[in-house]
T-cell receptor, first 110, second 110 residues
Framework: DTAVSQTPKYLVTQMGNDKSIKCEQN?????MYWYKQDSKKFLKIMFS???????INETVPNRFSPKSPDKAHLNLHINSLELGDSAVYFC?????????FGPGTRLTVT | GENVEQHPSTLSVQEGDSAVIKCTYS??????FPWYKQELGKGPQLIIDIRSNVGEKKDQRIAVTLNKTAKHFSLHITETQPEDSAVYFCAARDDYKLSFGAGTTVTVRA
């Protein structure tokens, strides 16, 4: 059984479009995260939700908006996509300290 | 905020030899130090972690050491195997988030 799943795995789109990435975890964890991994493999946190409430909002453009309909789901919506948004986006979840990552969504903006 | 530095950025070892990756952190309040392994096209996988009240932890061929005074922690992989080839990330957690090192690409030569 997949613990943290994301859809889609690959996303290719043009500049200016709006797109969403979905994440679900079946671990029963209270906290979920979105990370961005750039072309140099650097992992940086973007957002964190605990029991559907936003607790971390790093310096991320307003074009990025997370939504947590329930504590098992955390979606990421991106408006007006730019070339620099191309990256791999990882969802993760945790119940105390240990964080478990999803398989990633590779976003390519052309 | 926390700043984690990781060295080396690349590491090539002969199968059967040991590999050591070192990290330093800046925030003395950090209290949890996980290590992740990321294989090509996959999400980071938690392989071992250590808390600030422990100096060393071992799990089969991998071990982690922590020196809180010097703010250093290290990952040791013994008897390396080809399947150990991956990118390894260290991280440090302060009160609310993980900060990651830049990653070490480990290649195990057969």
């Amino acid at each position: 059984d997949t613990a943290v799943s994301q859809t889609p795995k690959y996303l290719v789109t043009q500049m200016g479009n709006d797109k969403s990435i979905k994440c679900e975890q079946n671990l029963g964890h209270d906290t979920m995260y979105w990370y961005k991994q750039d072309s140099k493999k650097f992992l940086k946190i973007m957002f964190s939700y605990n029991n559907k409430e936003l607790i971390i909002n790093e310096t991320v453009p307003n074009r990025f908006s997370p939504k947590s309909p329930d504590k098992a789901h955390l979606n990421l919506h991106i408006n007006s996509l730019e070339l620099g948004d191309s990256a791999v986006y990882f969802c993760a979840s945790s119940q105390f300290h240990e964080q478990y990552f999803g398989p990633g969504t590779r976003l390519t903006v052309t | 905020g926390e700043n984690v530095e990781q060295h080396p950025s690349t590491l090539s070892v002969q199968e059967g030899d040991s590999a050591v990756i070192k990290c330093t952190y800046s925030d003395s309040a950090s209290n949890y130090f996980p290590w992740y392994k990321q294989e090509l096209g996959k999400g980071p996988q938690l392989i071992i972690d250590i808390r600030s009240n422990v100096g060393e932890k071992k799990d089969q061929r991998i071990a982690v050491t922590l020196n809180k005074t010097a703010k250093h922690f290290s990952l040791h992989i013994t008897e390396t195997q080809p399947e150990d080839s991956a990118v390894y990330f260290c991280a440090a957690r302060d009160d609310y988030k993980l900060s990651f090192g830049a990653g070490t690409t480990v290649t195990v030569r057969a």
